[in-house]
Each structure stands twice: as structure tokens, then as C-alpha cells.
């Protein structure tokens, strides 16, 4: 293992938020959802502003991603639907999943080659106590339109297409495991495999690539961020004792800083009085993709 860290050796780019998720590098800014109030942000790392408010959904926001028109997609886990936002702010139901879905849906990463969106559900009910059961992911086409792609997936969670592939790569944050697909021409995923079986207690959420094709993928359940190679080597490890670790990218001027969004718990009841969400930085070795 080349690098082990912790978030002593971090500095905090935002803080006092409830639930940090969706981070995303686009256009010189960090973007991020704070998932329990259903907002959207941006930032410039770099200077002394504060967050800008880009959009609110109704239900709390997770995924982000960008159409090849430039809209801003979100996706809005309670209504189960997927929002666009144009530039001038105006936000639309881009894919309303509602009439198929029961559950929640989640993250989602737009195929920068083809536009295509994939985003996941939960497949239960998780903050109602209801048994796991296994969920979907959907493709959704540039127009809007959606239909299955993948199911039995424990647990849905983050997903990226790896560089100069046609793979992506899917957290299954319950079943201890990131699995791979092939993406066909038609935006189908064929090829089902496991990519890494990570280590016990390992809980997969969010994830960002590397240039060299490593996931770094967040452990909410154990407080850690692990890069992880294909097969399931750990190449590097940060440490955030305490705290549940939600997600990540890879971003800043040569892409080698590693944003870590941490919080103290998932559960909204708690974070609606605590707001001690953060996400802070640290430098890597690789840059991003």
C-alpha cells in the first residue's frame, strides 16, 4: 500500500452541511449535493467564496451529472425522478421513474460518450427498517426515456465509466463488492463480473477513477476511503475515524486533489440537528480522469 492517511492531514473545503453527496469536478468547481436538504452546490476551491446555490430539488438530492446539451442532472431521490437544470436555473423532470420504482433512487453517472444516464434504486425501503432486498439500475437515453438495465444488484450505489473503456463500474454498497458490465452500442450493459471484492466491512458508496483506471471508493460503515484496482487490491487508503465517508472526486488545477465528503451519520433526524457534514481535500499521486 502506497499511501495511508487520515482526515488530520486534510483540509476542509466546506463544512457545516448536513449530508455531502454527489461530488463532482466540472468546468473548473466542485460540485455537491447536501442530500438531506435537497440542495446543490458548486465551488471554486481556489478562492474565498462561498458555496453557490445551483438548484433545489423536492426530495433529497443525490447524483449529478451533465448532458451533452450542458444541463445539470440531479437526481432527486424521493420523488424518483431525475431533474435537468438549464443555465438559466429553470429546472425540468427529465425521467420520472416514479411509475416503475417503489424505492428510492440514488447515484447516477451520465456516459460521456453516448449521453446516456445509469442510475440506481435501493430496492427497499431502507430508512423504514424493511429486509434488503436487491435493486435495479436503469438506462436513461438522452430523451428522457428509460428502461432496465442491470437488476439484482445488492445495494446500487455510485458508478463510473472507466478511461478509454466501454466498462462501467458499479458500487453494490451491501454486497462488499464492485461489479463490472460491458456497455453495448444500444447503451445495454452486458458481461456481468466482479471487478473487486474488497475487504470485510468494506461498504462501497461513492467513487471517482483515476487516470490509471482505480476506483477510489468511499466505505460509509467503516470511515475510510480505499483506491482499489482491478481484482481488488488496495493500493492506498485515507482514514476518517468516526465519520461515515460518502463520497469523492478527483479534481483542482492537474486533477490530483482528492475531495472527501464525510459526515456524522446517515440518518436525516440526525444530521437536521448536527449539520457536521464536510468535505475536505487531500493531494494524491494520480490525477483524475
Known sequence: MRTTLDLTTATDVVAGIRFPEGNRWHDGRLWYSDMHTGEVFSIDPGSDEAPRLEATVAGQSSGLGWLRDGRLVISSMESRTVVAVSDDGTSTAFADLSGVESSLVNDLVVDEQTGRTYIGAFGYDLYGGEALRPGPLYVIEPDGSFRPAADGLVFPNSANVLPGTRTLVVSETWGHRLTAFDIEPDGSLTGRRGWATLPDGVTPDGSTV???????????????????????????????????????????????????????????????????GRISAVRVDVPGW
Open 210 to 276: 483515476d487516470r490509471d483506471g482505480a476506483v477510489w471508493v468511499c466505505s460509509v460503515d467503516t470511515g475510510e476511503f480505499l483506491r482499489v484496482v482491478e481484482g481488488g487490491a488496495v493500493t492506498d487508503r485515507i482514514d476518517a475515524p468516526g465519520r461515515c465517508a460518502i463520497d469523492c472526486a478527483l479534481g483542482g488545477e492537474d486533477g490530483r486533489t482528492l475531495y472527501l465528503a464525510t459526515a456524522d451519520s446517515y440518518d436525516p433526524a440526525v444530521t437536521a440537528r448536527t449539520r457536521a
